[in-house]
């Protein structure tokens, strides 16, 4: 059975059973202590802990997983890197009866596997699970009891009394040794036992400590459940690992294609190694770039680099690709294999080619750098763990590839030393890329669980008559907020824009207005400066400016229209500015990151190379011609696969449900997913205009520019600046640029003038000191201060005319001093040493230096000391 019939027949069972299917998550949004989701439960831990509301309380995915814990290991016949996991996961809907039901209707009755390769773990005091898998035609004798350091979730969480949603797991293995007899005794998994699948049953949480430890039963029970693609797929065709499946043997038979050399299965083959690495990491590759993630010195960044790092560096040394790249010839292979289940990759691809050639260029550039620096640091005769992560970190060298050279010269490397700079590194990663919010306070988490999700109401409406049903003041609950107090405001509906997709947050106000009888009306008002969303609720950040908010009171919501229409002409001006540059660039033109704001947009995309002034004023045009069109600007909501159809860009990064957004410009000359709000037609942009283009990243332009008003205002200002330089150049504007020309034009006549000046100064200045020069021992001696922006060349002429001697010149440089000591042949032969003369005089001005006999340099840092310090050079004569 191919794996992706497994998979099909894995997400179609569980369909049947009541369950939404949902997209991978890759790459986690609320979790700081992940760079990448690791587990198929991770996307999920909101709805295990009972934060946020799912979708459907029953959920089957095939989730695309990284982990890099084991990446030295990469390369064996069962490591990955990356990999998919299967999962069955029920929030308060089925429990473990059904569970363990389906697992077995799924193995036996759709994959048709044998009983009797089939045994199971439970935890020792689950009955229950037991009971039910005997219930389902388990023997006896294949269900096995075991502690909770391998059959509870978390691990021993009643001996560390682990806080929070626990308990026990049940776990199947597969038999890969069917030809020897069956053995009662468990002695885990093996050569012979393979888990194939866990399923845990979340059914308590974890209270108090030491002998007030308790489980309680939750109100709500889980299902959690994974299994392994690539494993279980090698396992039930009798293959000897997931590098012998139709997801990973195809990129093999690519690499064999290109390199000319023959995988043979061999575990131990350093050349078979080699293949399974790079397949592995090729993958791995292959999804991170399609994700979203970009290669670079930290966070997800880091890791993706490390990964295409260590599978260049395997087929430069064992596939014979020193001279040529062959990663970006790899990852067409991948694409094709996994197109069926992932179309997105196929509409990527240039984009994910662009970045692998890229980043393989440099790093084969910076490879040869850093080999360089390796024999210098070897040359020391030692090279610690933490100087190697050095040589990693800056040039790309891998351990192994540092450990190899350091061998050749008996010097054996720290890997100690090593981890723990890479575990660092790691960690300061993750704390400076992952932020999230942390919610610690009981009452807030109360409020949070129960509040509804806020409706948002702005794509038609700026304004709302809505309720307040949340006060939050430093993280906790308020009953009412009083005039100047700052705090987050939940509302029942909102038309405020929350920030996201790089569009900024709306700003407006939000009023209260309460009769006090009389006729008499009490208002009070809070200024909106920003808003965001977490969990499905709508944060307003800001500050009472009159009276006094309180809960639960009926308040009217008003965005800042004038700012909003600001925003709604950049962030189309936005999708214009994406259609213009992969026309005029190419179909590699994906967006890396934006920043929609009122007053300019910015737009980073992948491209290598800076733009010319003529692909940025083609660009600019492009973009301007659609505005004065007149395209109107459509907005659907529709399904991911009818959007796809449709030719809808999907961003980068992006994580979309199965009903989208979709923005149409001009019916299908720009269509995207977007949730962000835009202009009805696209002459209410009024102008487009590019203010900047440089570099982000790594093979990252970035584009900033200003639509409407904006743009009227920045073109004025130009116009002004031009206005004043022609005013101080006595031309009309139209005239500056030749004005210009004729002053550097002019400006060049007087530098050549001035050069011809200083050197015949400088010729004056040498036969001035050569007058003064005094002899010794045979030889000429100048020693002198002087002042010239070139002592080096003036110290040349004077050897050059001296015959014997030597020469040591001093000159004040800003605040510092430089010494050039030169001598001739003759005078080296008399014991003269040039690098002893600056020393000296350098140690007597408070720095140092030296050089050859013939040759040295040296600085001061106390210009006040010149004479001391060219007396010394004349004592150490």
Request: net charge negative.
């Amino acid at each position: 059975m191919l794996a992706r019939e497994l998979r099909q027949k894995y997400i179609e069972f569980f369909e049947s059973k009541g369950a939404l299917r949902l997209p991978s998550d890759p790459l986690p949004t609320d979790d700081p202590t992940l760079l990448f989701t690791v587990a198929g439960m991770v996307p999920f831990k909101a709805y295990f802990e009972d934060r946020a509301t799912p979708p459907r309380r029953s959920i089957v995915t095939s989730q695309k997983c990284l982990r890099t814990k084991d990446i030295e290991d990469i390369g064996d016949i069962s490591h990955c890197t990356f990999f998919e996991m299967l999962g069955n996961f029920s929030f308060g809907d089925y429990f473990k009866k059904e569970a363990i039901a389906w697992s077995t209707e799924f193995l036996f009755d759709v994959l048709k596997l044998d009983r009797s390769r089939i045994r199971v773990t439970i935890y020792q005091d689950d009955q229950e699970a037991y009971d039910f898998w005997r219930a389902n035609g388990m023997p006896h004798e294949r269900i096995t009891r075991l502690g909770q350091k391998t059959n509870y979730w978390p691990a021993n969480a009643m001996v560390e009394q682990s806080q929070g949603p626990c308990g026990p797991c049940s776990e199947i293995f597969f038999d890969l040794q069917p030809h020897l007899p069956f053995d009662q005794e468990w002695d885990g998994e093996g050569t012979r036992w393979l888990e194939i699948w866990n399923n845990v049953f979340t059914q308590f949480t974890g209270q108090g400590t030491g002998a007030d430890y308790k489980l309680i039963e939750l109100p709500k029970k889980n299902i959690d459940t994974g299994m392994g693609l690539e494993r279980t797929a090698a396992a039930i065709n009798n293959l000897a690992g997931p590098f012998e499946t139709d997801l990973l043997r195809p990129v093999i038979a690519v690499m064999e294609q290109l390199s000319g050399k023959s995988y043979t299965s061999t575990p131990d083959s350093t050349t078979d190694i080699a293949f399974r690495r790079i397949a592995d990491h090729v993958r791995a590759t292959t999804f991170l770039l399609g994700d979203g993630v970009t290669p670079g010195p930290s966070a997800q960044g880091y890791i993706l680099r490390r990964l295409m790092r260590r599978a260049i560096v395997a087929g430069i040394r064992h596939l014979g690709f020193e001279s040529e790249t062959f990663m970006d010839r790899a990852v067409p292979g991948v694409i094709e294999n996994m197109k069926d289940y992932y179309p997105e990759l196929v509409d990527r691809q240039e984009a994910i080619l662009e970045a692998v050639k890229l980043e393989e260029k440099t790093f084969r550039d910076a490879l040869r750098n850093g080999l360089g620096r390796l024999e210098d640091e070897l040359a020391k005769g030692t090279l610690d763990g933490a100087r190697a992560h050095y040589l990693y970190q800056t040039f790309g060298l891998p351990f192994e590839v540092t450990a190899e050279v350091a061998l050749e010269r008996g010097i054996t490397l720290d890997r100690a030393g090593y981890d723990a700079a890479e575990v660092a590194h790691s960690e300061a990663s993750k704390d400076k890329e992952k932020q999230t919010w942390v919610v610690t306070d009981e009452g807030t988490k109360e409020l949070l669980r129960n509040l509804p999700h806020t409706k948002f109401v702005g794509y038609t409406q700026a304004s709302e008559q809505t309720q307040l049903v949340g006060i939050l003041q430093s993280g906790k609950p308020l009953q009412e907020l009083a005039e100047g107090e700052e705090a987050e405001l939940i509302l029942t509906s909102s038309p405020f824009y929350a920030e996201s997709g790089g569009q900024v947050g709306d700003t407006g106000t939000i009023t209260f207005d309460q009769e006090r009888g009389a006729g008499v009306v009490y208002s009070s008002s809070f200024a909106v400066t920003n808003t965001q969303k977490r969990d499905g609720l709508w944060f307003h950040h800001g500050k009472v400016t009159s009276g006094t908010l309180t809960l639960n009171a009926d308040v009217t919501a008003q965005v800042d229209t004038a700012r909003r229409a600001a925003i709604l002409r950049n962030h189309t001006a936005t999708h214009l500015l994406h259609k213009a540059l992969r026309s005029i660039l190419g179909t590699h033109v994906a967006q890396k990151g934006s920043l929609v704001a009122p007053d300019r947009l910015r737009f980073d995309f992948s491209h290598s190379a800076a733009l010319t002034d003529d692909e940025l004023a083609s660009i600019e045009a492009e973009v301007n011609a659609a505005i004065y069109a007149g395209y109107g600007v459509e907005t659907v909501e529709t399904s991911q696969d009818d959007a796809r159809e449709r030719g809808a860009m999907m961003l980068f990064g992006e994580k979309y449900g199965d009903v989208v957004r979709m923005v149409s410009v001009g019916g299908k000359y720009s269509v995207e997913l977007c949730g962000g709000t835009h202009v009805k037609n696209t002459n209410e942009i009024g102008l487009f205009k590019i203010i900047s283009e440089g570099s982000a990243a790594a093979g990252v332009r970035r584009i900033e520019a200003v639509t409407g008003a904006g743009a009227l205002a920045y073109l004025n200002a130009k116009l002004a600046t031009l206005e004043s330089a022609g005013a101080l150049l006595s031309v009309k504007p139209d005239s500056v640029p030749e004005a210009i020309e004729r002053l550097q034009a002019h400006a060049k006549e007087l530098q050549s003038e001035l050069k011809s000046l200083k050197s015949a100064a400088a010729g004056s200045l040498a036969d001035t000191l050569l007058a003064e020069a005094t002899e010794k021992d045979g030889y000429k001696v100048v020693i002198a201060s002087v002042e010239t922006d070139d002592v080096s060349k003036l110290a040349d002429e004077l050897v050059g005319r001296i015959g014997a001697g030597v020469v040591v010149l001093g000159a004040v440089s800003g605040e510092k001093l430089v010494f050039v000591a030169k001598a001739t042949k003759d005078a080296v032969a008399k014991g003269v040493h040039c690098g002893n003369l600056v020393k000296a005089a350098a140690t007597a001005a408070g720095g140092g230096g030296g050089g050859r006999p013939d040759f040295a340099q040296a600085g001061g840092r106390d210009a006040s000391k010149l004479g001391e310090a060219l007396a010394a050079a004349r004592a150490a004569l």
